[in-house]
């Protein structure tokens, strides 16, 4: 089975700050790599799929990218409503797999 | 308005069972495959179950396999999960998802808003 971890496990940003997640899989996935936010209490939305590719109406400072085994979530400007946990996840033969998650809280 | 709506959630006895159901609207259901998602308390996502857009091929995490089945009615727009000898660490929020695949790569893009379930005596 592929491992995903993520790094790192919270962080503390202010408004404005350019903040940077990255997750590793444990073997090549190529670009089969998925990001999700969760806001406590609410359901995880989709934000980018095939590792960089923004959902629609997911806002541009989000940005994807990396291929292989290490990827990146980056946010260019931190905004109030980004404070949230990120999730990276992949699809591999019969199993789908998050990583453990990233809390980005408000410094 | 797309909507996926879980229900049954309840508190259950360990070695008891429990039939969770996510009811969609808004979607053409018989096309998507469906998943569903759970979250214990304070922790991350883990991904349970999978089952076909046809109800003919379904994936089980290991955590469940052997004791949760997948299934799912597209008459009615319903994906069900049955749990059977349910655990104390089964108790998490389930959620349900669609699936979607683009260029190969296969993600949720939708989520309902979840069902609690805990298992205590």
């Known amino acids: 089975d592929i491992q995903m971890t993520q790094a790192p496990s919270s962080l503390s940003a202010s408004v404005g700050d350019r903040v940077t997640i990255t997750c590793r899989a444990s073997q090549n996935i190529g670009n089969h790599l998925t990001w999700y936010q969760q806001k406590p209490g609410k359901a995880p939305t989709l934000l980018i799929y095939?590792?960089?590719i923004l959902q629609s109406g997911v806002p541009s400072r989000f940005t994807g990218s990396g291929s292989g085994t290490d990827f990146t979530l980056t946010i260019s400007t931190v905004q109030p409503d980004d404070f949230a946990t990120y999730y990276c996840?992949?699809?591999?033969?019969?199993?789908?797999?998050f990583g453990p998650g990233t809390k980005v809280d408000i410094k | 308005q797309v909507q996926l709506v879980e229900s049954g959630g309840d508190v259950v006895q360990p070695g008891g069972s429990l039939r969770l159901a996510c009811v969609t609207s808004g979607i053409t259901f018989r096309n998507f495959g469906m998943h569903w998602v759970r979250q214990a308390p304070g922790k991350g996502l883990e991904w349970v179950a999978y089952v076909q857009y046809d109800g003919g091929i379904t994936f089980y995490a290991d955590s469940v396999k052997g004791r949760f089945t997948i299934s799912r009615d597209n008459s009615q727009n319903r994906v069900d999960l049955q749990m059977n000898s349910l655990r104390p660490e089964d108790t998490a929020v389930y959620f349900c998802?669609?699936?979607?695949?683009?260029?190969?790569?296969?993600?949720?893009?939708?989520w309902g808003r979840g069902t609690l379930v805990a298992v205590s005596s």
């Open positions: 998802a669609r699936d979607l695949v683009v260029q190969g790569v296969r993600f949720f893009d939708l």
């Open positions: 996840q992949n699809f591999f033969g019969s199993q789908f797999t």
């Open positions: 095939a590792a960089s």
